[in-house]
């Protein structure tokens, strides 16, 4: 099984920035879309961004096109997250996910998933 280690989570002001990455400790790990989703007290799990193993792919959710930023480094087996313009709605635990195959924006696809990183963003 895929470990999955998120990291770079905290407390911003709106309008401030934080870099969340994620590391696969897996050294045979290819092949695999990553993904990162968030969920805030009371919420569902919901979609954030996903990225194919070539890079050459992304998609975001709606509320974050624009301000976040997906990508990955294949030679350290790690995707991050370039969060901009933070709000305070964008407060959640984020987790990072991996599927086998392409992208995707639904958390039942993602085989295996990180222990989550908090991010709260202040008003």
């Known amino acids: 099984q895929v470990q999955l280690v998120e990291s770079g989570g905290g407390l911003v002001q709106a309008g401030g920035s934080l870099r969340l990455s994620c590391a696969a400790f897996?050294?045979?790990?290819?092949?695999?879309?990553m993904g990162w989703f968030r969920q805030a007290p009371g919420k569902e799990r919901e979609f954030v961004a996903a990225?194919?193993?070539?890079?050459?792919?992304?998609y975001y959710a709606d509320s974050v096109k624009g301000r976040f930023t997906i990508s990955r480094h294949n030679a350290k087996i790690t995707v991050y997250l370039q969060m901009n313009s933070l709000k305070p709605e964008d407060t959640a635990v984020y987790y990072c996910?991996?599927?086998?195959?392409?992208?995707?924006?639904?958390?039942?696809?993602?085989?295996?998933w990180g222990q989550g990183t908090q991010v709260t963003v202040s008003s």
């Open positions: 996910a991996a599927r086998r195959g392409g992208t995707s924006y639904n958390a039942i696809e993602y085989h295996y």
């Open positions: 897996e050294r045979t790990f290819s092949n695999y879309a």
């Open positions: 990225i194919s193993w070539s890079g050459g792919t992304s």
